[in-house]
Nanobody
Framework: QVQLVESGGGLVQAGGSLRLSCAASGRTFSTYAMGWFRQAPGKDREFVAAITWSGGTTYSDDSVKGRFTISRDNAKNTAYLQMNSLKPEDTAVYYC????????????WGQGTQVTVSS
C-alpha cells in the first residue's frame, strides 16, 4: 500500500517561505508524476504544481508561478514544494498526490499539511 506523508507546513508571515516535503513509501508501481494540491476553507481543492518522476518536467498554476517551485529526489522517493513570497491567499491545507498513469486521475493522496500565512 502506497503511503504519502507531507511535512513542512506551519504559520508564516506574508512574504515568508516554507518548504513542503512529501515522502512516498510502499510503492510497487512506476510513478508518472507527483503533484501538489491545496484546499482553502470553503473552497474546492485546486491544483498547485506537478512534476514528472522520470524527466522532471514541471507544471504549475499561474497563481504560484515565479513563487513556488516543485522538485523531486528520486533516490529518496520524496517530492518538495518550495514556497516563497507567500501571501495570505496561499493559506490552505496542502496535499501531495501520486499519479501512476499520464492523463488519469491521481491515484494516491497524503493526509495534508496546513499552511497559514498571516498578513
Amino acid at each position: 500500500q502506497v503511503q504519502l506523508v507531507e511535512s513542512g507546513g506551519g504559520l508564516v508571515q506574508a512574504g515568508g517561505s516554507l518548504r513542503l516535503s512529501c515522502a512516498a513509501s510502499g510503492r510497487t508501481f512506476s510513478t508518472y508524476a507527483m503533484g501538489w494540491f491545496r484546499q482553502a476553507p470553503g473552497k474546492d481543492r485546486e491544483f498547485v504544481a506537478a512534476i514528472t518522476w522520470s524527466g522532471g518536467t514541471t507544471y504549475s498554476d499561474d497563481s504560484v508561478k515565479g513563487r513556488f517551485t516543485i522538485s523531486r529526489d528520486n533516490a529518496k522517493n520524496t517530492a518538495y514544494l518550495q514556497m516563497n513570497s507567500l501571501k495570505p491567499e496561499d493559506t490552505a491545507v496542502y496535499y501531495c498526490a501520486e499519479q501512476l498513469r499520464r492523463g488519469f486521475p491521481y491515484d494516491y493522496w497524503g493526509q495534508g499539511t496546513q499552511v497559514t500565512v498571516s498578513s
